[in-house]
C-alpha cells in the first residue's frame, strides 16, 4: 500500500483527478495539456478556440466544471478522429512549430512550472550568494526565490515596453531553456510547447465586438487583424480607433523625415525645457543613459527604442503622427506567421487548401496554437501522462538533494544511531544477565522509567546536558540521547537469561573468553531482538527532526527529515507537492522495516511453527 496506492494517490491528488476508472489517465493528460495554456486569460483562450463557452471568465470557474470541460474536450478531440480534418490541424501545426522555433523570446508568453525557478537559476548562477547579489535579494535557500514579475508580463498595455535588466534577461534565458525542452523533454520535437508567442488578435476582437455591437463567434473570426489600409467603412474606423487607443505602439513603425525629426526636436523642448533636467530624468530611469550634450542629438527612430526613451517616443507618436500613417511591424505575431503562411503555400488560396479553411483575407489569419495543442496532445498523450504522475516526485528529489549536506549527514547519522544502538543495548543486556550484579533490578528499574517522561520534558534536561558538554550541533546530539534504550536492554536480558544454561557452562570447559561466548553464542540467538532494536533506532535517527531541530541551529548539520519538515512549512499552500515528499521520506524506512520484519519473522514466528 506505501508503495504503490500512497504514491498514485499524491499525484492523483496533485493533478486534481479521479483514481476511479481509465478515464483518469485521460484527465491527467488533459491536465498537463492545459498547462501550456494556463499563462493565458480565458479571453486570449478565446481566440484559440472560438466555441468555448461564453459562460467561462475565469479559470477556477472552468476548473469546478468536470463535466463541461470533459464535454468540451471531448468536442476538440474528435477533430482528431475526423479524417477530412486531421491533414489541415496537421499542416497548421507543422508550420507554427518552424514559426515558434525561431520567434523572439521578448515576444513570448511562457505557461512554466514554479517549481522548475529553483533548478533553473541553482544551474545559472551555481550559488546563493551569486543570486542575492543579482537580484538584489536576501534568501537562504533557491526554493524561496520569488520570480512574481516572471509570471505575466502587460505584453496587451499600448505602452508597455520590456524593462531590460537582470531579472529580465534572466526570464529570457528561461523562456529560451524551455524552447529547448529542458524541463520538459516529453515535448522534444512536438508542435506545442509550454512557450508561444505573444498574440494580440484577442485585443482586437473584445474591442471590435463592443464597438460594432456583436459578439458572435462567426463575427470574431470574420476580422482581420491587422487590418489593410484602405478596407473603409466602420471595420476600418474601428480599426484606427483601437490603434490609437489599445493597440501596443511597439509593434508600430513611422516614417522619419526632417520635418518630423524637427517636430520631434520641439516635443523634448517643451516638455523638459532644458537638456540638464532631460538627462536628469533619462539617467534616472536606467544607468546606462548616456548624456547627450544638444537637443538634435536626440534622435527619432523609426520605431520605438530600447531605454527610457521608449516612452517619450510613443508619446510623440501618438500626439504628432496621424493614425493613418502608422506602419504595423511584422513584430506583431500574427501578421509575421502570416507572411510565414503566404511563404510556405504561395497565396491565399495555398493557405486555405493546407489548413482546411475558408478565408477571404490573408488577414483573418490567426496564429493556430490550438490546432498545435490538438496535435501535440495526440502526438503525446502518454508523455503528459507521465509528466504529469512523476513531476511532484522529482521536485522533492531536487530539494532534498541539493541541501548542501543533508543526504550525507542522513546516511551518517542512521549508520552511527545503528552501530552504537546494536554495541551497548546487547552489551549492557549481557552484562545484567550474565555477571549478577547488586544493583541490576535498580538499572532495569532506572532504564524503564525513564520511558515513562514525554519526549517533551525529557528534551529539556536533554538539550541543557549536550550544551553543557558542549556537544550541540555535532552528531553525537543527535546520536547519545538514544543509545541506551530500557525497553530493549530489558528484553535483551530476558532473552539471555532464557538461554541454556548448557551453552555457558560448554563454552567455558572448552577455554572460550567471555567475549567468544557474547559474540559466538549469544548474539545469534537474539538476531530478532537486534533487528526490532535496530529498526527503532533508524527511525529515531531518520525521522527524528524535531530533536534534530532543538540540538542543531547550524544547517549544515541537518538532516533528510529535517529538510522535509522545512519542505512542508514553505511549500503548505500546495499539499500535493507536501504528500509526495511524505511518500518519498518514507520509502527508506519502508525497505529497513521489511529487512528487519524477515529477520524478526525468522526468530519468533517460524520456531513456533515447529
Known amino acids: 500500500y506505501l508503495v504503490f496506492v500512497a504514491p498514485l494517490a499524491a499525484v492523483v491528488a496533485g493533478v486534481g483527478l479521479s483514481p476511479a476508472g481509465g478515464s483518469g489517465w485521460t484527465r491527467a493528460a488533459r491536465a498537463g495539456l492545459l498547462v501550456l495554456v494556463a499563462a493565458a486569460t480565458v479571453v486570449a483562450l478565446r481566440g484559440y478556440f472560438a466555441d468555448l463557452p461564453e459562460d467561462w471568465s475565469i479559470w477556477s470557474q472552468i476548473g469546478d466544471d468536470t463535466p463541461g470541460t470533459d464535454a468540451w474536450a471531448a468536442k476538440q478531440l474528435a477533430r482528431l478522429a475526423d479524417p477530412a480534418q486531421r491533414p489541415g490541424l496537421e499542416a497548421a501545426a507543422a508550420d507554427y512549430a518552424e514559426f515558434a522555433r525561431g520567434w523572439d523570446a521578448r515576444e513570448s508568453i511562457l505557461a512554466y512550472d514554479t517549481r522548475f525557478v529553483a533548478p533553473f537559476l541553482r544551474e545559472r548562477y551555481h550559488t546563493l550568494a551569486a543570486v542575492n547579489r543579482a537580484w538584489e535579494i536576501a534568501v537562504e535557500d533557491f526554493s524561496l526565490v520569488s520570480a512574481g514579475e516572471w509570471s505575466g508580463e502587460p505584453i496587451d498595455q499600448p505602452s508597455f515596453v520590456p ?16 524552447r529547448r525542452n529542458v524541463y520538459t523533454p516529453f515535448l522534444a520535437g512536438a508542435p506545442a510547447g509550454c512557450l508561444r508567442p505573444a498574440a494580440l488578435r484577442y485585443l482586437w476582437e473584445e474591442f471590435a465586438s463592443k464597438e460594432l455591437g456583436d459578439t458572435s463567434p462567426a463575427f470574431r473570426c470574420s476580422l482581420s487583424f491587422p487590418v489593410a489600409a484602405g478596407t473603409g467603412g466602420k471595420v476600418e474606423a474601428a480599426w484606427l480607433k ?79 503622427v496621424p493614425v493613418r500613417e502608422w506602419a504595423v511591424r511584422d513584430t506583431l505575431p500574427e501578421l509575421a506567421f502570416q507572411q510565414l503562411a503566404l511563404r510556405r503555400h504561395g497565396d491565399l488560396a495555398g493557405v486555405n487548401a493546407a489548413y482546411g479553411l475558408h478565408l477571404t483575407q490573408i488577414e483573418q489569419l490567426g496564429i493556430p496554437f490550438g490546432e498545435a495543442l490538438l496535435v501535440t496532445f495526440a502526438d503525446r498523450e502518454w508523455g503528459f ?42 552489551l549492557a543486556g549481557y552484562a545484567l544477565s550474565r555477571f549478577r550484579l547488586r544493583a541490576g533490578e535498580k538499572v532495569i528499574v532506572f532504564c524503564l522509567a525513564t520511558m515513562a517522561f514525554p519526549a517533551a520534558v525529557a528534551a529539556i534536561p536533554g538539550f541543557l546536558l549536550l550544551r553543557d558538554l558542549g556537544l550541540l550541533n555535532t552528531f553525537a546530539a543527535l546520536v547519545l540521547p538514544g543509545a541506551a534504550n530500557g525497553m530493549t536492554i530489558f528484553l535483551l536480558k530476558g532473552f539471555f537469561d532464557s538461554l541454556p544454561k548448557e551453552l555457558y557452562e560448554a563454552a567455558n570447559i572448552d577455554g572460550a573468553p567471555e567475549w567468544m561466548v557474547f559474540w559466538r553464542i549469544s548474539v545469534p540467538l ?76 525468522r526468530g519468533i514466528i517460524l520456531p513456533q511453527m515447529k
Open 242 to 320: 483601437f490603434l490609437a487607443g489599445g493597440f501596443p505602439l511597439r509593434h508600430v513603425a513611422v516614417r522619419v523625415n526632417p520635418g518630423r525629426q524637427a517636430a520631434f526636436r520641439e516635443f523634448l523642448v517643451r516638455r523638459f525645457r532644458n537638456l540638464a533636467y532631460f538627462n536628469n530624468v533619462m539617467g534616472g530611469s536606467a544607468l546606462q543613459w548616456q548624456p547627450v550634450a544638444s537637443w538634435d542629438a536626440v534622435r527619432l527612430t523609426p520605431t520605438v527604442p530600447d531605454g527610457p526613451l521608449a516612452k517619450v517616443w510613443m508619446d510623440f507618436v501618438k500626439e504628432s
Open 526 to 601: 537474539v538476531k530478532p531482538i537486534l533487528a526490532l532494536s535496530m529498526l527503532n533506532a533508524f527511525i529515531y535517527a531518520y525521522n527524528g527532526w524535531e530533536w534534530a531541530i532543538i540540538v542543531c541551529q547550524d544547517r549544515r548539520m541537518w538532516t533528510v527529515a529535517v529538510w522535509t519538515y522545512q519542505f512542508s512549512q514553505t511549500l503548505n499552500g500546495t499539499p500535493w507537492l507536501v504528500m509526495a515528499a511524505f511518500i518519498v521520506n518514507s520509502l527508506p524506512v519502508l525497505l529497513v522495516f521489511l529487512f528487519c520484519q524477515k529477520v524478526i519473522l
Open 385 to 426: 501522462v507521465r509528466d504529469r504522475l512523476t513531476g511532484n516526485y522529482a521536485t522533492v528529489i531536487d530539494y532534498l538533494f541539493h541541501r548542501g549536506r543533508a543526504v550525507r549527514n542522513t546516511v551518517v547519522l542512521v549508520l552511527l544511531a545503528i552501530v552504537i544502538t546494536l554495541t551497548v543495548n546487547p
Open 163 to 178: 524593462f531590460v535588466d537582470v531579472r529580465y534577461v534572466d526570464l529570457l534565458a528561461f523562456r529560451e531553456a524551455y
